[in-house]
């Protein structure tokens, strides 16, 4: 029997999010894309996950229990991660704009509100694969 030549995936994106189901869909949409996806439920084991596996792009909710999403974003870019960050957010309490244009200064490549517009996902995704990320300098 020979073996059978599985097409390699794409890229390796890591879904960071609280809520299983925003992780369990996005998981659905972008391994249908031919995505590998990871899951992480908080910046602590997106963090442990980053330093054990390839992954080219952090999908990362900013408001999480344990490390936020800010703090993740501090620590990867103070750390030289070379990782592409997607912010998402729905603000909580917080203003949504605020939170998110944080998220920029401190090392995002890329902001989105929730409820993610499924239209345009997977699009940004993809665009976002083919740039490097932010080499931020507030943390050099």
């Known amino acids: 029997m020979t073996p059978i030549d599985l097409p390699s995936p794409k890229a390796t994106i890591l879904i960071t999010d609280d ?9 659905e949409l972008l ?6 996806v990871l899951e992480a439920e908080d910046g602590d084991e997106a963090l442990r996950l980053i330093g054990e596996e390839q992954v080219d792009l952090l999908i990362l909710d900013m408001l999480m229990p344990n490390k936020d999403g800010l703090e ?7 750390s030289g991660s070379a990782v592409r960050i997607l ?3 729905s603000g909580g309490s917080m203003d ?3 939170l998110l244009r944080s998220a920029m200064i401190f090392g995002a490549d890329r902001i989105m509100s929730k409820p993610l517009p499924i239209s345009s996902f997977a699009t940004t ?3 976002m694969l ?3 990320a932010v080499q931020n300098s ?3």
């Open 138 to 140: 507030v943390f050099r």
């Open 125 to 127: 995704i993809a665009e």
């Open 72 to 78: 993740t974003i501090m620590e990867l870019r103070r």
């Open 96 to 98: 949504i704009d605020t």
């Open 31 to 36: 391994g249908g894309e031919g995505y590998r």
């Open 87 to 89: 912010a998402i957010s």
């Open 19 to 27: 809520d299983p189901t925003l992780r369990a869909i996005g998981a």
């Open 130 to 132: 083919e740039i490097p």
